[in-house]
């Protein structure tokens, strides 16, 4: 859950926390020891984990956060030795974390293992700050009181009709959001079903499944938006490509582009012929580099999904292509900087 400050997300951190018991004790901070935080997922199993202020990490979050997701949705910690060499016991939980923070969990950088572990909430939960000052004086008062009334529906309930309306939602939030990665359909579908049942079992009131989906729906339109990181590179080399070409792509005493005029400078190496961007491999390389990604990968993805030209020779997919420029014979990659259906301006 994140957002600017001063948009409640302790006070609905603090109100998350009391369903299970008293918050103060409960509510952590990012500002911990992973051991700390492998203790206290240890100690929480089958209960919320509460890590509020994600910035309190400084400089040191998004290092952080990686290993912070892939620590707690692995269900289990660090192996350890003791002084005799022995194996201690490993720390197991089944817990759902919620962390707080100013800026997103999940990293510029991410190739979707973050993605397909976090539910992002990046709307303010409280907007109104006079609601969040009585959540705050109220949930020191009254807590540990919603859990225990859940728990004795929960044993009453069959598990095979639970699972089988998990199955339905699944079902209908991959229709919903069809772009959505298939690995957190399940789990937003637990979040409606969880929607239901506390609807259902502490305020007597029943939801359909229309409902409760359309009570998550800022979270399912937030992942909607949040593209493949294959998908972001190509926009992020668009934006980059219309911004670098008015500057390097002629020559004043030819009045024409040339590709050694644009070789000259560090970060480029360009060439635009017929709707396509000639770039060469260290200049594409140097510039995804840049943007903390994989360049192999990207590039790769792109082929896929027909943002570079493929050609075949003696019966391998070539990426990198001959061709002649200016006279010269060079290797570049051929790139489509628009895809179908993007405007294409005028260069």
């Not at 009391?18 to 929480?44: F, K, R």
């Amino acid at each position: 859950m994140h957002c600017e400050t001063r948009g409640g997300k302790t006070a609905m951190a603090k109100l998350a926390a009391s369903v299970a018991g008293n918050p103060e004790e409960i509510v952590g901070t990012m500002q911990s020891t992973l051991n700390y935080i492998e203790i206290m997922a240890s100690l929480m199993c089958d209960l919320p984990l509460i890590l509020d202020e994600f910035q309190l990490r400084g400089n040191m979050k998004d290092d952080w956060a990686k290993v912070v997701i892939y620590m707690l949705t692995q269900g289990k910690g660090k192996g350890r030795a003791s002084r005799n060499s022995e194996m201690k016991a490993v720390k197991t939980w089944r817990t759902v974390a919620l962390t707080t923070g100013e800026q997103a969990l999940i990293s510029e950088d991410d190739l979707g293992g973050q993605t397909s572990r976090v539910i992002e909430i990046p709307d303010r939960p409280i907007p109104d700050e006079a609601v969040s000052r009585m959540l705050h004086e109220t949930v020191k008062e009254h807590y540990g009181l919603a859990m225990p009334r859940f728990l004795e529906k929960l044993v009453l309930v069959d598990r095979l009709s639970l699972i089988e309306r998990h199955k339905i939602l699944t079902a209908k939030i991959a229709e919903l959001s069809p772009n959505m990665h298939g690995a957190m359909m399940p789990a937003h579908a637990a979040v409606v079903l969880g929607v239901q049942m506390f609807s259902e079992w502490l305020l007597d009131t029943v939801m359909t499944d229309d409902e409760a989906l359309e009570s998550v729906t800022p979270i399912l339109n937030s992942r909607e938006e949040r593209l493949p990181y294959w998908q972001r590179a190509h926009k992020e080399f668009r934006t980059w490509f219309r911004a670098v070409q008015h500057n390097s792509f002629t020559d004043a005493s030819l009045g024409k582009p040339t590709f050694k005029t644009v070789v000259g400078f560090e970060c480029y190496g360009c060439y635009f012929k017929d709707g396509v961007v000639w770039i060469t491999p260290g200049a594409l390389r140097r510039y995804l580099t840049s943007l903390s990604l994989p360049p192999g990968d990207v590039i790769r993805n792109w082929a896929a999904n027909d943002l570079i030209k493929v050609e075949m020779s003696a019966g391998k997919r070539r990426y990198a292509l001959m061709r002649k420029i200016d006279g010269e014979t060079v290797t570049v990659y051929h790139i489509f900087p628009w895809a179908d259906g993007d405007e294409k301006p005028e260069l």
